[in-house]
């Protein structure tokens, strides 16, 4: 489809010449003489480029773009002038205007002003795309009390600049807090570098934090900057801190602590405005007890704690990963979206699940790929999850710290056996277990229990 550009000017003969040459090209052209017509047009259809004139009667060109920039801020603008200035070029360059082309026109310059202006918008539309995948993947998932607990922290302490220490299992969504900190706080447009400690060899890590200059070492060919370099302004996290040496503890504290280091073999110091989230799946103060881990690396550190909470003691949130996981493999294999027994349903939220999120979120991948049909059953469900619950035939409510968390669990579960086992019907099931209808559908609906029949 042709993109449709919007020519704003009150010269009649301005409008024809820059149709001509447009149409020309290949884009559609709309005209307005003044910026009344041109706001009604934007506001019923918005073009993807305009051409504003700045001198007209009325309304002047200045306005317009104000105007323009508040409904439809990523609008991009061309500013045409017969006087032009250079301070009438700034202003209009901080209201949003893209580029300011003199009277009289240069109809090559025009042509490739849009074009690189298009070319540009193109790109941010591909960026802000790209930013909404990015966020999806990793967005939090789950309305389960901890969770819900653990978000309304995480907006408390995202605007500040407070360094923070996650702590949590392997699989639990560390990273995910991580990056919900950084998207939430003022230096979201900055960047955000992950550094996993564990993975770094320890003859290494210096110069992937650091940096090196040419020559520092054998295969150190050019100069590199170091991920506290390239995270300046932003946020660094460090995954897995109690997996570096004392060593370079010691070294890290010191770069916390002043804002600055030297890249390895150099001289000089390399300042930075970094904020430091870091996570471990260790228990810190045991480390420190055994010498492991420093103890003023800790407390530097420790600003704000964070613990997220192993999916066993959230297993409420298991229905909702288990649907969410399911709807992105099937988009991402191609497949139609495929649906899960309550059977199958009932050995995920039984299984104790040691990896955490992680091993739920492989586990559905697994099914979503390897189950024929639409429908996910029981024998879909790969051998340790039900192997798990035939060990352990009744589940153990003791694993709640709160009564209130046990018995509601135990409701769900025993309200999911008695719907299945009487048909999915609520009358039924409701005179079966000797409640009324409508309390034992009030506990559904707050439960989030699925059902097929309402008979």
Known sequence: MAKQILVVDDEERIRQSLHGILKDEGYEVLEAKDGVQALKQIESDPPDLVLLDIWMPGMDGMEVLERIKGPTPNLPVIMISGHA???????????????????????????????????????????????????????????????????????????TNGWVLITGENGTGKELVAREIHQLSLRADKPFVEVNCAAIPEELIESELFGHEK????????????????????????????????????????????????????????????????????NLQEEMQKGRFREDLYYRLNVIPLAVPPLRERKTDIPILVEHFIADFCLENHKELKRISPEAMDLLISYLWPGNVRELKNVVERM???????????????????????????????????????????????IRKKLLENGENISKTAEVIGIE??????KIKSYGIEFKKEA
């Open 368 to 414: 979503v790929i390897m189950t024929r049909g639409g429908m996910i059953e029981a024998k879909d469900v790969p051998d340790p999850v039900r192997e798990q619950r035939r060990a352990q035939p009744e589940f153990s409510f003791l694993e709640y710290n709160l009564l209130k968390d046990a018995r509601r669990e135990f409701e769900k579960r025993f």
């Open 215 to 282: 020559g520092s070492f054998t295969g150190a060919l050019s100069k590199r900057r170091g991920k506290f370099d390239l995270a300046n302004e932003g946020t660094i996290f460090l995954d897995e801190i109690a997996d570096m040496s004392f060593k370079t503890q010691a070294k890290i504290l010191r770069i916390l602590q002043e804002q600055k280091f030297e890249r390895v073999g150099g001289a000089e110091m390399t300042f930075v405005d970094v904020r430091v989230i870091a996570a471990t799946n260790r």
């Open 85 to 159: 200035n250079i301070e009438l070029a700034v202003k209009a360059t901080k209201l949003g205007a893209y580029d300011f082309v003199e009277k009289p026109l240069s109809l090559e310059k025009v042509l490739l002003t849009v074009n690189n202006a298009l070319s540009f918008s193109k790109l941010e539309q591909e960026n802000r795309a790209l930013r909404q995948q990015i966020q999806g993947k990793y967005e939090m998932v789950g309305d389960s009390p901890e969770i819900q607990h653990l978000k309304e922290q995480i907006k408390i302490v995202a605007p």
């Open 437 to 442: 209808r409508s309390n034992l559908h009030r």
